[in-house]
């Protein structure tokens, strides 16, 4: 029997953030000069996340996506994957990445289990991924892909976020170079998540937009109809070949949700927009039983009531939703980066 919150949504999509690090600093989700990282002693090690994942196995999570921060600036990631990609229970075992270090630890990666992987990937132009990012690294992220697409040859998505006056001019060729390299292309919608302080809502380019953009260039369009709680909406071109959309922010699914996050140091959050989560590292290092663990997921779940997606769209005037000065001064537990995406 599923566990179910409040809005009868299961527990089973968990995403593990591995580090708080990352080798980019995009301009929507780390734009600032300093930030405050993660105590190092309070960063999981491999054995403490292989017993919280057990734990919320056992609770009815069978699909687990490792992210970061970015997930192969973590030491020995493959190690992990390993770990998780041998347990019982688990269907669908994933991760994301901004692919820089991707070329050298892709064959790593599959050799441990590791089936699918999203590569993350905004622009195609070597100027606007510096503007982006502020490293020139697109080079390193296309050579990632190319190694790829070869170790992963039904299981590579490529997730672009799309920003107005940044790169929605390119969502035709990053859908041909997609093609041109079996990866399926998701495009996001800008959100106004915690470390996006330069949000704000006319830099987002909605769903209705970016399909109005693809059928000027490829004519008829089809939603593919299937039954899946995954994030994005899947559509067809003429001749078959298949996109997604992440409508998060126009067309917010909290209703189908049944996603939740752990953080490289062992917070626990049920939304993205939450501005609070439980702590799992403490109980852990304190020594809970597997049993105390499993019941303070367990009643954590079944009040959860989170809708925050859906919150945000009915806001009159919505802006960035943690200002920049909070970010800098509260807790490094807001950020994209620390929550994993
Ligand atoms: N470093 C890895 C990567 O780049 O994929 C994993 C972590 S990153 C936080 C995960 C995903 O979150 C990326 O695809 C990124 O584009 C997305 N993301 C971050 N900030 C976002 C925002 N404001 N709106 C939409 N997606 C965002």
């Not at 990012?133 to 997730?159: C, E, N, Q, S």
């Not at 390299?181 to 106004?192: L, P, Q």
């Not at 709680?229 to 126009?250: C, E, M, V």
């Amino acid at each position: 029997m599923a566990l179910l919150d409040t809005l009868a949504r299961p527990l089973r999509n968990l995403r593990l953030s591995v580090t708080d690090r990352c080798n980019l600093r995009c301009e929507y989700c780390m734009p600032e000069d300093d930030y405050v990282w993660l105590p190092r002693e309070d960063i999981l090690n491999f054995e403490e996340i292989s017993a919280l994942v057990d734990r919320f196995i056992a609770l009815g999570v069978d699909r687990v996506r490792l992210t970061g921060g970015e997930p192969l600036l973590r030491r020995d990631v493959a190690t992990l994957v390993g770990m998780v990609a041998a347990k019982p229970g688990l269907a669908d075992l994933a991760l994301t990445t901004n692919g820089v270090l991707l070329a050298d630890q892709a064959e790593a990666l599959r050799a441990a289990g590791l089936r699918r992987m999203t590569v993350s990937l905004d622009t195609l132009r070597r100027d606007r991924f510096i503007a982006l990012t502020r490293f020139d690294r697109l080079d390193a992220v296309l050579a990632g892909l190319d190694a790829a697409r070869h170790v992963f040859p039904a299981g590579l998505k490529i997730d672009t976020v799309v920003i107005r006056g940044v790169n929605d001019d390119e969502l035709v060729d990053l859908l041909e170079y997609g093609r041109a390299h079996s990866a399926e292309v998701r495009f996001i919608e800008y959100m106004d998540v915690g470390g996006a302080s330069r949000w704000s809502p006319d830099r987002v380019v909605s769903r209705q937009e970016m399909l109005a953009t693809l059928a000027r260039r490829y004519g008829r369009i089809d939603p593919i109809s299937e039954h899946s709680s995954a994030p994005a909406d899947r559509f067809a071109l003429a001749d078959g070949h298949a996109f997604g959309i992440i409508s998060s922010t126009t067309q917010p699914f909290c209703r189908s949700c049944d996603r939740s996050r752990l953080t490289a140091d062992g917070m626990w959050y049920l939304c993205l927009y939450a501005t609070a989560g439980v702590d799992l590292r403490g109980p852990l290092r304190h020594g809970a039983s597997d049993e105390e663990l499993a019941a303070l997921i367990a009643s954590t779940w079944q009040a959860r009531r989170d809708r925050g997606a859906e919150e945000r769209l009915a806001l009159a005037d919505r802006r960035a939703f943690v200002p920049v000065q909070d970010l800098l001064r509260r807790d490094p537990h807001l950020e994209m980066h620390t929550r994993g995406g």
